[in-house]
């Protein structure tokens, strides 16, 4: 059974900074994409930076870009999200997902997701 379980979340002031981590079970890792999305209260699912396989090549939303880095350890199996400069519209629930070979950014691309961690940013 695929298992993703995120990490990490939590309070923290505007301006500063939090990482989120990602350990993924129950899959060849090095087999998977790796992406990170966010859902706001009210809002739809959002797409905020992904990796594929190797790591070599990375995405962003637009919305994110310059602040935040996704990085994975295929030794560890993990995916993390580095949030720097955090803005209060940056709160919402994070949800790390996987997709096998492909490297997808729409939503409905991706197969397997976590359960998310909370992520609140104060002004």
């Known amino acids: 059974q695929v298992q993703l379980v995120e990490s990490g979340g939590g309070l923290v002031q505007a301006g500063g900074s939090l990482k989120l981590s990602c350990a993924a079970s129950g899959l060849t890792f090095t087999n998977y994409a790796m992406g990170w999305f966010r859902q706001a209260p009210g809002k739809e699912r959002e797409f905020v930076a992904a990796v594929t396989r190797s790591g070599v090549r990375i995405a962003y939303g637009d919305s994110v870009q310059g602040r935040f880095t996704i990085s994975r350890d295929n030794a560890r199996d993990t995916v993390d999200l580095q949030m720097n400069t955090l803005k209060p519209e940056d709160t919402a629930v994070y949800y790390c997902?996987?997709?096998?070979?492909?490297?997808?950014?729409?939503?409905?691309?991706?197969?397997?997701w976590g359960r998310g961690t909370q992520v609140t940013v104060s002004s």
């Open positions: 997902a996987a997709k096998y070979m492909t490297m997808p950014t729409a939503v409905a691309d991706w197969t397997h």
